[in-house]
């Protein structure tokens, strides 16, 4: 089976960052997983990180509650990126218990795509099926 070259977690939960890491691991879709525990330490790694790293980011997986920079600020940054630094798709990881619907949730955010946690094995296939032809 082909692989995403890189998969990149933005995430809190150090223990969901590391069973996602896991799944996606032994599935073996990505060349790499990249984890981040909020929005800006994820938003530093797109303004000042490895420009090759940067452009082999397939997918983003990401939380919207977080502290320092929750998904919703991360998203309005990432909108402002410049164009060759934002190719991935994004999937929102929505929580069950919004008070939005999870559609206007992630039409507002401007993502490529949305499920609630955590991801699954089944989740994961559905997402390569839809975005990657995988």
């Known amino acids: 089976m082909k692989q995403l070259n ?7 939960d150090m223990v969901t960052n590391f069973l996602n890491k896991n799944l996606i691991n032994n599935l073996a879709i990505a ?24 452009e ?5 997986f990401l ?13 309005d940054n990432y909108h402002q990126l410049e ?9 929102a990881l929505i929580a069950e218990n919004t008070e939005k619907p999870a ?18 094995k089944e989740k994961l296939s559905l997402i390569l099926q839809k975005h990657f032809s995988i």
Request: without cysteine.
């Open 31 to 54: 060349q790499e997983v990249l984890t981040f525990k909020n929005g800006q330490e994820a938003l530093s790694f797109f303004q000042n990180g490895d420009s090759e790293k940067k």
């Open 63 to 75: 939380d919207l509650n977080m502290p320092i920079m929750d998904g919703y600020q991360f998203m």
């Open 6 to 12: 890189s998969i990149l977690l933005i995430d809190d």
């Open 83 to 91: 164009a060759n630094k934002k190719t991935a798709k994004i999937v």
């Open 56 to 60: 082999s980011i397939d997918l983003i």
């Open 103 to 120: 559609e206007e949730i992630a039409r507002q955010l401007g993502v490529n795509d949305y499920f609630s946690k955590p991801i699954t």
